[in-house]
T-cell receptor, first 111, second 116 residues
Framework: DAKTTQPPSMDCAEGRAANLPCNHS???????VYWYRQIHSQGPQYIIH???NNETNEMASLIITEDRKSSTLILPHATLRDTAVYYC????????????FGTGTRLQVTL | SAVISQKPSRDICQRGTSLTIQCQVD?????MFWYRQQPGQSLTLIAT?????????ESGFVIDKFPISRPNLTFSTLTVSNMSPEDSSIYLC?????????????FGPGTRLTVL
């Protein structure tokens, strides 16, 4: 599975959009981009995933570049409860493909 | 989504003892996994719990230290054996309904283990 690179930390003002970038320049054609977040040592929470089209759900939007080498997770109106570590993971669909967590981005939402 | 529970939620244990952590899912799933998260670190996959056969361990993890059972499609246990303070971590189970698909993997709340 391809390695991903994320900034270690970001700040965002409450009510503003939080845009979390992820680089996955070696992603292969059958690998999806998954986003999870972990709030203060709780179990990771699934947010969204996509292959090449942009995706949106009730939590966030995922924008994947046309070459698929990078993506951005967008939280449209960040709240204090969105303060967490966000993980971007490239994962294939084969049974040998595992969810491999990097160090993620620590998002701090402030008043 | 899947509802996953873990028992115990936390424990404090003495060095040299063993602890068994249970993971229960509210529906049948194909894949179950066990992760460890050491203090201040990211998650590391320990093993895949296979129903009806031995677990598949990742590099650096062995069955003698982390025996795993998976008697059916909704339940698994992880035992941390002969514990030392270095085993103090959060242990998490996760599940995936369909193997090898784009199905989402869901995580339990974790078990916080402290070894004295």
């Amino acid at each position: 599975d391809a390695k991903t690179t994320q900034p270690p930390s970001m700040d965002c003002a409450e009510g503003r959009a939080a845009n979390l970038p992820c680089n996955h320049s070696t992603i292969s054609g059958n690998e999806y981009v998954y986003w999870y977040r972990q709030i203060h040592s709780q179990g990771p929470q699934y947010i969204i995933h996509g292959l090449k089209n942009n995706e949106t759900n009730e939590m966030a939007s995922l924008i994947i570049t046309e070459d698929r080498k990078s993506s951005t997770l967008i939280l449209p109106h960040a709240t204090l409860r969105d303060t967490a570590v966000y993980y971007c993971i490239a994962k294939g669909t084969g049974t040998a493909s595992k969810l491999t967590f990097g160090t993620g981005t620590r998002l701090q939402v402030t008043l | 989504s899947a509802v996953i529970s873990q028992k115990p939620s936390r424990d404090i244990c003495q060095r040299g003892t063993s602890l068994t952590i249970q993971c229960q899912v509210d529906s049948q799933v194909t894949m179950m996994f066990w992760y460890r998260q050491q203090p201040g670190q990211s998650l590391t996959l320990i093993a895949t719990a296979n129903q009806g056969s031995e677990a598949t361990y990742e590099s650096g993890f062995v069955i003698d230290k982390f025996p795993i059972s998976r008697p059916n499609l909704t339940f698994s246990t992880l035992t941390v054996s002969n514990m030392s303070p270095e085993d103090s971590s959060i242990y998490l189970c996760s599940v995936e309904r369909l193997a090898g698909s784009t199905d989402t993997q869901y995580f339990g709340p974790g078990t916080r283990l402290t070894v004295l």
